[in-house]
Structure formats: C-alpha cells, structure tokens
C-alpha cells in the first residue's frame, strides 16, 4: 500500500477535501466574478444606467476614490436635498462630478437650480447645477470597482468584459 491510497484502491480521505476545497473555491470565485460582472456593466446597460468612476476624495468616505457608481437618468424636478446626483462641470463637456445636492433654488429666468457638496468638502461648490448639466443620481456603488475601469481603456475593459464570459461559459460547458 503506497502512501495515500486506501486499501480498496481509492483515495485517501484528505484527497477528497481537496478537490471538495478546490471545488468550492471554484464555484465562489465563479459567482463572484459573474456577480461583479453583472453589477458593473450587465445592470447599467439594461437599465439605462451608466458607471462612473470617482477619481477624488470629495465624496469620502460614503464614496472614496476607486469607488464605481452606477448613475441613473433623473429629472432636475425629481432631485431632492439629501441626493447624490453626478453632473458635468460645465454644459456640454464630459467632465463630472458626483456631489451631494445641499440646496435647492430657481434662477431668475425659473430654471431650477442644485447646490452641491462634497460630502468632505467644507463648503458648497461655487457653481449651481442646471437641469442640462445633471447626468443622473446615484443609484448603486460597488467599492473598489472603480481602480480596474482606471486602468483600462474603454476598448480593453470591452475586451475584458467579453473573455470574462467566454471563460464563464466554457467552465460552465466543462462542468456539464
């Protein structure tokens, strides 16, 4: 009897922990994965939602740097005080923040105004918010998300996105 084998032939009882370990893992770091996948880029686009990464600290800690937030379409009308709503710095360019509104007001024109603040910034940002400048509110985060879309171009992160599945459904088809 060599060692590790049972006297039936079989093997030995830590053996089978093993591959039930390695098994277990497998599947977690599947649904993990899948799950992510799903939050980050599944949801938004059926919903017609669109990710952000945060860049700065304004928003720590509800929002730290490295943070994916999922933005939702929302009317000026429909924001209240209290909301976190993503907005272009200036009409018409891509540049966005994500702040949280701490005021609301109407110009003298009665276009609706938003005041917003980053959660760690000591006073309100020094320009109001129009309608055509809010790009939506937050409606989700996922913590740490946020550093892979930095480090990939739109087209890797595409790419990545794709061979993430294609990995998904060829281990799924090697399990059948």
Known sequence: MGPGRTRRGGHAPGGRRLRLLVRLLSWTVTV?????VV???????VAGATPYTVLTGSMAPAYPPGTL??????????????D?????????????????VVGVGWSASGERLLTTRGDANPVADAEPVRG?????EVWYALPWVGHLNVLL???QHER???????LLLGYAAGLL
Request: hydrophobic share 50%.
């Open 32 to 36: 993990a994965v899948t799950a992510l």
């Open 39 to 45: 939050a980050a880029v599944v949801v938004p686009r």
């Open 69 to 82: 937030v999922v933005v939702r379409p929302v009317a000026a009308d429909d924001v209240r005080i209290g």
């Open 84 to 100: 976190v709503v993503t907005y272009q710095l200036r009409s018409g360019e891509p540049t966005v923040a994500t702040h949280r």
């Open 132 to 136: 055509v400048q809010l790009r939506g």
């Open 153 to 155: 171009t739109p087209g």
């Open 160 to 166: 990545l996105v794709q061979l993430a599945a294609l």
